[in-house]
């Protein structure tokens, strides 16, 4: 190594050392979070709640953002990817009462038979929830009675949450897309 190297080494690692330092101590503070949990007192929570996908209208709140060379031959759309922002109220109906949001992807990942990936963030603004968010990834198999989600984390009141989402169709509508899906959420946390 040059002298030149050597000095230009030397130098970014003086200068990088405090920078390193202060996003060190902004990372264990971020950290301290598991202070507040109270270790060994694991709760379980249930969850009832409405999830509204809406793919038709004027302000659809999931939209496809990709698609496969041949999705639209596809008899399940295999390899179509949608983005949603969709609506999670207290009833079905769409007037209901809002108590929060579910953000994420889903796409079309059976060839043979429809099975979405989901990959959801579950935001709750009502109540001692409002902040905590639930996690869901894993598989849908859409056209089943009742589909079994794993919960896979959370954050808020739900730190280190764990369990399963039933979601039952409530309602579908064939021409458009659109559907109403009732949630059963058991989480550990």
């Given at each position: 190594?040059?002298?030149i ?13 405090p920078?390193?330092q ?11 979070w ?9 709760k ?5 709640f409405?999830f ?18 041949d999705?639209?031959?596809?008899p ?16 079905p109906?769409?007037t ?6 579910a ?7 059976g060839?043979?038979s429809l ?8 935001g ?5 929830y ?7 990834f ?14 896979v ?7 280190l ?5 039933l979601?039952?169709?409530?309602w ?8 109403i ?9």
């Open positions: 190594m040059g002298n190297a050597l000095v230009v080494l030397v130098l970014s690692l003086v200068v990088a050392a920078v390193a202060g996003k060190f101590e902004e990372v264990s503070q971020m950290e301290n598991n202070e507040s949990l109270e270790l060994g007192k694991e379980m929570t249930k969850l009832h409405y509204h996908d809406t793919l038709s209208g004027e302000r659809p709140s999931a939209v496809r953002v990709a698609q496969g060379p999705s639209e031959k596809s399940t759309g295999f390899g179509v990817l949608m983005m949603a922002d969709d609506a999670l109220t207290e009833g109906e769409p209901s009462k809002l108590v929060g949001r953000q994420g992807l889903y796409g079309s990942a060839q043979d099975g979405l990936i989901m990959a959801m963030s579950f709750f603004t009502e109540g001692v409002n902040g905590s968010t639930l996690s869901i894993g598989r849908n198999p859409a056209m089943n009675p009742v589909r079994e989600l794993p919960i984390g959370g954050t808020g009141i739900f730190q949450a764990r369990g399963t989402a979601a039952k169709t409530y579908f509508n064939a021409t458009t897309g659109d559907a899906v009732e949630y059963n959420v058991t989480v550990f946390h």
